[in-house]
DNA sequence: AAGCAAGCCTGATGGC
DNA sequence: TGCCATCAGGCTTGCT
């Protein structure tokens, strides 16, 4: 489950691999992962020869954006979004290393005279991978980045005012916050000491500039965590839980040492402490 | 071995 | 009527 963290650290890595580099070989492996009505020949014709200018993440969207003359006179593409749902991973191989399990599509680049075969994977079908002449309306629509831009407590909380859901339910509506997904809307409830069932719009002044520190804070902590060369998910089996209460419901709250609860918010499963967020 | 988990889109419903 | 916001369901499949 990428969240702001993962797909800040795939955004690095594209950086590294792809910045200025030109694709020069292009396949889609499995053509499920684009969007209905995209076919395999738009996606070659509107990446193949092309520039990488820029690779840029806002919440958890990727976006390279291209040139060149090729796709330039034919009209196509400048664009690449891509969305990592919640199982997609960016990796690097040799030019000739075989197909990797789970790969949807490969982009070949040179970089100077480096040269990479860099692949998207992908076990199921949450991520997107767009070719796009202007931005998405899902791009545009995002709202502040934690990350990257100053984030206005005032601001938050006059968007919170004007909602009723429940406090994690608009957490997760990106065009809120960009990038707070389930596990670092849980995280930093817990440590703001706010119950997620709260409606959005009771949430004080103080608490929302307590729960932006907090979101940040989480955010902060989980990229922390991603020093290796590739991407660890939670899921993924063998890896040991990092998060304070996310996936350790029934187990003693670190606070108060009663049972973390679970239940269904918002159709996402939401840990928390009854006795200590409020 | 059936069901869970994730993010987000769609379509239905509720409310003003 | 129109416009939101909210919510349930579906997508997919490896793992427990
Ligand atoms: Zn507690």
């Known amino acids: 489950m990428p969240e702001l963290p993962e797909v800040e650290y ?29 076919s395999v020949r738009a996606v070659v014709r509107a990446l193949e020869g092309q520039r990488v200018l820029e690779v840029r993440r806002r919440g958890k969207w990727l976006r390279l954006e291209l040139a060149g003359t090729l796709s330039r006179r034919s009209g196509g593409a400048s664009l690449l979004f891509s969305h990592l749902g919640m199982t997609g991973k960016w990796v690097a191989d040799a030019p000739d290393a075989p197909a990797r399990r789970f790969e949807k599509v490969r982009l070949d680049v040179v970089k100077g005279r480096r040269r990479r075969s860099v692949r998207y994977l992908d076990p199921r079908l949450f991520g997107r991978f767009v070719i796009a002449t202007q931005d998405l309306p899902a791009w545009t629509a995002l709202g502040p980045d934690p990350l ?6 005032v601001a938050l909380r006059e968007k919170l005012g004007r909602r009723s859901g429940p406090i994690k339910a608009v957490l997760l509506d990106q065009t809120v916050l960009a990038g707070v997904g389930n596990i670092q809307a849980t995280e930093a409830l817990f440590y703001a000491r ?3 069932r709260r409606s959005a719009k009771s949430i004080e002044s103080a608490e929302v500039k307590k ?46 040492k009663r049972p973390l609860q679970k239940m269904v918010l918002a159709g996402r499963g939401t840990v928390f402490c009854p006795h200590c967020q409020r």
């Not at 910045?19 to 020069?24: L, M, P």
């Not at 990257?148 to 407590?153: E, G, H, S, T």
């Open 194 to 196: 706010i119950d997620p």
């Open 10 to 38: 795939a955004r690095r890595c594209l950086h590294t691999w792809m910045h200025h580099a030109t694709i020069e070989a292009v396949a889609v492996e499995d053509a499920r992962i684009l969007d209905d009505g995209t």
């Open 148 to 153: 990257d831009d100053a984030l206005d407590p």
């Open 211 to 256: 729960l932006l520190r907090e979101i940040r804070a989480s955010i902060d902590r989980t990229l922390a965590l991603q020093e290796g060369p590739e991407i660890q998910y939670v899921e993924e089996a063998g890896a040991t839980n990092p998060f304070t209460i996310y996936g350790r419901e029934k187990l003693p709250c670190p606070r108060c």
